[in-house]
């Protein structure tokens, strides 16, 4: 199993960036995906998640309105786009798979890919 994360880069404050997680190895429609992030000296968290059939997304409330997940199950990829983005963005950006439902807890995801740098500064 495996899941890489692509597409990170500097970025000015307001600009965008569209993160992909390409997976393989697994049946990647039976997985929902999360994108979590970490900054330096700070703990791992929440962005966001995608249902299986990718039907149903839930995003943390510092992106909501700004990121939108989406995903190609022909393709087994999964994609972050981000708009309007903010030094707070700063952090190294991760995909991760669980079987079966979604989760914004990152303790329930059972695959990582490793991490995208995103850095937001002018």
């Known amino acids: 199993v495996q899941l890489q994360a692509s597409g990170g880069g500097l970025v000015r404050p307001g600009g965008s960036l569209r993160l992909s997680c390409a997976t393989f190895?697994?049946?990647?429609?039976?997985?929902?995906i999360g994108w979590f992030r970490q900054a330096p000296g700070k703990e791992r968290e929440f962005v966001s998640t995608?249902?299986?059939?990718?039907?149903?997304?839930l995003y943390a409330d510092s992106v909501k309105g700004r990121f939108t997940i989406s995903r190609d199950n022909a393709k087994n990829r999964v994609y972050l786009q981000m708009n309007s983005l903010k030094p707070d963005d700063t952090a190294d950006y991760f995909c991760?798979?669980?079987?079966?439902?979604?989760?914004?807890?990152?303790?329930?995801?059972?695959?990582w890919g490793q991490g995208t740098l995103v850095t937001v500064s002018s």
């Open positions: 190895g697994f049946r990647f429609d039976d997985y929902a």
């Open positions: 991760a798979a669980r079987p079966g439902s979604y989760s914004v807890r990152y303790q329930n995801y059972d695959y």
């Open positions: 995608i249902t299986r059939g990718g039907g149903s997304t």
